[in-house]
């Protein structure tokens, strides 16, 4: 299964899709007003969805992340 049809991505995809190191890409998904992170116990996922809608309107926006 490739990563467009998933409903949740790893913090290893999120990584090698945005090119992120690991540091940053944790400090993203661990923000309190993070709309996609979805915790199962301690691993972090993406809600590819809303994480995708959350860089269109970074983009749209030039919102620093």
């Known amino acids: 299964m490739n990563t467009q049809e998933k409903l949740l991505w790893s913090l290893a995809e999120v990584i090698e899709l945005t090119g992120w190191g690991e540091t940053k890409a944790r400090e993203i998904l661990k923000r309190k007003d993070s709309t ?6 301690n691993k972090l996922y993406v809600n590819r969805k809303a994480f995708e809608n959350f860089l269109d309107r970074c983009a749209k926006h030039q919102i620093c992340i």
């Open 36 to 41: 996609f992170t979805v915790r199962v116990g």
